[in-house]
């Protein structure tokens, strides 16, 4: 069950109208690491969970916190859209779509939503569901959960050096810092469940199954050697079942493939040397 609270959990006000940036903000609704992403992401793996309830109460809880950052982006969107500067208007008033693209408004602002925030991107991009990730395992899924926190802030902190609003950066300032903690939040979640599981995912799987004498091996696929200097090329392996290997010149282990030509009926080209008869 889900219960609204009519009042915002912070204050989103603009100090004016800004048609542009309420175009720049939708960013922080709808892309790809937006709020409406993480919030679904959250929900779906807390839907999902099975027989681990604190990590189901915390997906939910979180969850449910970005929905109140999505109703706080919208206000701020809604908001940004009232009352209009003046030479916006003017033009408008001659021709709504061209008077929206000459002021720097997303025309689905003025055409599709009213003055309203949009499920979009803010190049206008629909939300999708594709950008959710809900596996079912848990260690997989939090490291996902950490880099779109990650990519949300670093989002929100770019946007904030955007604008000199205070209102807009006010609310910024708090998407900011509930990311920074949400960050050290899924962190902390990955390390508990590493202690458990150890650092590889799935953890059950056995690994007597996979090429072990390739599992901590770097192969050199590009130009220059630098990748060798990394912690991950030599050394013991973190997950402390192996230790890491750095191969300079790789050599193939399968041969050319040569394909056998498809059923006429496919109608596909004919090999070279059919076509020479």
């Known amino acids: 069950m889900f219960y609204h609270v009519k009042e915002l959990q912070f204050e989103a006000k603009p100090d004016r109208p800004d048609p542009e940036f309420a175009k720049k903000l939708q960013e922080l609704i709808g892309g790809q690491y937006g709020e409406m992403t993480v919030a679904m992401q959250y929900m779906f793996q807390g839907w999902a969970t099975r027989g681990n309830e604190k990590y189901r109460d915390l997906l939910l809880d979180i969850g449910t916190e970005e929905i109140g950052h999505v109703e706080m982006l919208a206000t701020m969107v809604a908001r940004l859209l009232d009352d209009a500067p003046v030479n916006f208007q003017e033009e408008a008033a001659k021709d709504p779509v061209i ?90 979640a990955i390390v508990e469940l590493e202690e458990q599981e150890g650092l590889l995912v799935p953890s059950t799987f056995p690994r007597e199954k996979e090429r072990l004498d390739i599992a901590y091996t770097l192969y050199n696929f590009s130009e220059g050697e630098e990748s060798s200097k990394g912690r991950w090329a030599n050394g013991p392996a973190l997950d402390g079942q192996g230790n890491y290997e750095y191969v300079s010149k790789p050599e193939p282990e399968g041969d050319k493939p040569m394909l056998k030509p498809a059923p006429t009926n496919l109608h596909n080209t004919l090999p070279m040397d059919d076509l020479k008869k």
């Open 99 to 188: 008077g929206a693209v000459m002021g720097g408004m997303n025309p689905q602002h003025a055409i599709v939503s009213g003055l309203g925030a949009r499920p979009t991107d803010s190049v206008g991009n629909p939300w999708m569901g594709t950008y959710i990730t809900a596996s079912g395992n848990l260690l997989a899924d939090f490291r996902s959960n950490l880099n779109a926190e990650s990519q949300g802030r670093v989002q929100a902190s770019r946007l904030y050096e955007m604008t000199d609003d205070k209102g807009v950066k006010d609310l910024l300032s708090v998407l900011i810092a509930r990311d920074a903690y949400h960050q050290n939040q899924w962190a902390a």
